[in-house]
């Protein structure tokens, strides 16, 4: 640390706790719609990429025309990731130069109203080949939202966690993440229960979207009362750096955000594979039923949640390489075993669900130090930029293109082992980026 930079007295606990409550929520909203659309990709299809021929029941219009629709829906998925670049450096740009506060505030109410209107949107049968186009609108100002999000919200978390918690703090943010695809995941299987088939695709399918409206307003009500983080104004930065944080400048920041692109790919292709797309995957491949589909994606949620919390608290002592190393290996050596024991037909229900738990639990080793990791690669001046860039190209690279790509190889190719090559190989290559953190970069002060 240099005389020309100020290190902000450690925020009052109080403080701390309504900042982690604020900044955590709006994840929570967004994860929740990602992880519905996600679990209503077929329904959506239905109903707005294919001829509504096959609309009411879901059955398409005639041969392959449910695998078309549904590679159309995830191209609509994967141009929302792309405007997530877009979104990171608009917002990151506000809240470096305004504050996390104003950019926080910001990004919670277009998510909401975005999420909303996609619940109200007439169909391909009612307005005609107009519906997709308003949907994939509707999904760009989402992925716009959602880039500002992370890069403010972690940057929120990391600036006000007490000294030697900010692996924990971080890793909130990824267990909203997890809160929210559990509850997009939980309510579709509530619906796919409680209501017929044909009452689910002529309708049903829209409640879980407008549940956002009143997640997203209490999400907005905490953060107009949030404060901005404690500390002294962005200072001029060293021409050093300590551990692996990286120093100021466009051409080091620029390196230091493809480095921790290089970190986190795994991250986002493994937790999109195994989080989002195996809805779709178990029934448009594998042939399992909607609800069969939905209970793995929510078990698979489930260790996903229940590995974060300790994977940050754990980083935090040991720090973060050897925790995020572990998760990434992890997934490169079980990914086609823990595949192969989902497709074999002699296996257990007790084995099959004990293999999402454990995949879920490997993302979550990632998911966990991944914020804090980030945070602590850039200075504040940039942080907001920097690190939300970091995060919204690796995710439109590797997570929005998740499900158009194993989707439409399995169909191409025939091979059901499409997303244990994906995970895996992401994973693989994400481990020799995660080799060059140090030991000690979680113990250095932020810049």
Not at 198 to 205: C, D, I, K, M, V
Request: glycine share 14%.
């Amino acid at each position: 640390m240099t005389s020309t930079e100020l290190l902000p007295a450690p925020p009052p606990r109080a403080a701390a706790c309504r900042a982690l409550l604020a900044g955590s929520a709006g994840n929570l909203v967004e994860w929740y719609e990602f992880g519905v659309y996600g679990c209503f990709a077929t329904v959506i299809a239905a109903n707005f990429f294919t001829p509504p021929t096959g609309a009411a029941t879901g059955t398409g219009a005639g041969p392959g025309s449910g695998v078309e629709a549904l590679v159309a829906t995830y191209a609509s998925f994967a141009l929302a990731f792309f405007f997530r670049p877009v979104g990171a450096l608009l917002f990151g740009r506000l809240g470096d130069r305004l504050g996390r506060r104003t950019t926080l505030v910001l990004v919670v109410g277009l998510m909401t109203l975005a999420t909303t209107l996609i619940g109200l949107l007439p169909t391909r049968e009612a307005i005609g080949p107009a519906a997709p186009w308003l949907l994939t609108f509707l999904r760009v100002l989402q992925g716009l939202s959602a880039g500002g999000e992370f890069g403010g919200a972690v940057s929120l978390l990391a600036e006000y966690a007490p000294p030697g918690r900010r692996g924990l703090y971080g890793a909130w943010q990824s267990f909203t993440v997890a809160l929210g695809l559990l509850a997009g995941a939980g309510t579709a299987a509530a619906l796919a229960t409680a209501l017929p088939a044909p009452a689910l695709y002529a309708w049903g399918w829209r409640i879980p979207f407008l549940l956002a409206l009143p997640l997203g307003a209490v999400a907005l009500w905490l953060r107009t009362a949030l404060e901005e983080p404690p500390g002294a104004p962005p200072a001029k930065a060293a021409p050093g750096a300590r551990g692996g944080q990286v120093p100021s400048g466009g051409g080091v920041q620029a390196r230091a955000v493809v480095l921790g692109i290089g970190r986190i790919m795994g991250w986002s292709a493994a937790g999109y594979t195994f989080l989002v797309v195996l809805p779709s995957y178990l029934q448009s491949t594998l042939g399992a039923s909607f609800r069969s589909a939905l209970l793995a994606t929510t078990l698979v949620n489930l260790g996903f949640a229940a590995s974060i919390l300790p994977a940050g608290l754990l980083s935090d002592r040991y720090g973060r390489r050897p925790v995020m190393l572990g998760g990434a290996l992890g997934i490169a050596v079980l990914a086609f075993p823990l595949l192969h024991l989902l497709q074999s037909p002699d296996a257990s229900p007790q084995a099959r669900a004990a293999a999402v738990l454990t995949a879920g639990a490997l993302v979550g080793l990632l998911a966990g130090p991944g914020p804090a990791m980030l945070a602590e690669m850039f200075p504040r001046r940039v942080r907001c930029t920097g690190l939300g860039l970091a995060y919204a190209l690796a995710n439109a690279v590797f997570s929005g293109c998740a499900g158009l790509v194993i989707t439409a190889l399995t169909a191409r190719t025939g091979d059901t082992a499409i997303p244990a090559y994906y995970a895996a190989g992401a994973c693989a290559i994400s481990s020799l980026a995660l080799l060059t953190l140090r030991g000690n970069d979680h113990r250095e002060p932020l810049r």
